[in-house]
């Protein structure tokens, strides 16, 4: 699903963001991404989501070479790739309906779809109720959820979660872990950045550290 063949990523200056990474992550697979800050975690998932492209080596998701996308068909690619952000990244002028249907609206998807969709996302996320308020009447937890539900309303087969869990408390931690849990269980692949490895230790899940931008280890999750 994920490969990532020998890339590195540098930045004006020399600085290198990545080096010479290889890496493969399976169809269904959910696995966590590690590492001190600036080791490389947002960088790594900006590839994949073509937010950034690697100066060397190739990235591929889903069999498509990403270092040969045109840019007209970024677009596209992005519609593939869910990505979630610890600061939510919502639109406090729309409501929750209008900032989850936001991937839908631009992708062309006809209004009664659209509304289906939109709810059984929100449903997903146990914020069912809630399509008429504002980001700014709900917690943070409940913030996250529309994020999430956002990223998942267009079916996505991967989903990127950038520090998911960085703003919330251990117990909304564990329901945020939850969803992405039964995600990955009807068939997501997912990718999660995180430094909350008390969190993860309690998962049995493949975990990627990265150390200055290199991918120091590679631990399987234990077979059951």
Do not use: W
């Amino acid at each position: 699903m994920i490969f990532f063949d020998n890339v590195t990523k540098s930045y004006p200056g020399g600085h290198r963001g990545l080096s010479d990474i290889d890496l493969h992550i399976e169809p269904a697979e959910m696995v966590f991404l590690t590492g001190h800050s600036g080791a490389g975690k947002s960088t790594l998932l900006k590839l994949i989501g073509l937010l950034e492209r690697s100066t060397r080596g190739q990235v591929r998701v889903g069999g498509r070479n990403l270092t040969r996308l045109k840019k007209r068909q970024i677009p596209f690619h992005r519609r593939e790739v869910g990505m979630i952000f610890q600061d939510h990244r919502l639109l406090h002028d729309r409501t929750v309906f209008d900032n989850v249907a936001m991937p839908l609206v631009v992708a062309g998807v006809g209004h009664s779809e659209t509304s289906r969709r939109v709810r059984a996302a929100l449903d997903k996320v146990s914020l069912l109720g809630k399509e008429k308020a504002y980001p700014v009447t709900l917690s943070g937890g409940e913030q996250q959820r529309v994020g999430i539900a956002r990223a998942v309303v267009s079916k996505p087969p991967v989903v990127l979660a950038d520090e998911p869990t960085g703003n919330l408390d251990p117990d909304l931690s564990r329901e945020i872990m939850g969803l992405f849990d039964q995600f990955n269980q009807v068939g997501v692949t997912l990718l999660i950045a995180t430094h909350d490895l008390d969190l993860i230790s309690t998962l049995n899940k493949r975990v990627l550290t990265l150390d200055k931008g290199r991918l120091a280890q590679d631990r399987p999750a234990i077979a059951c």
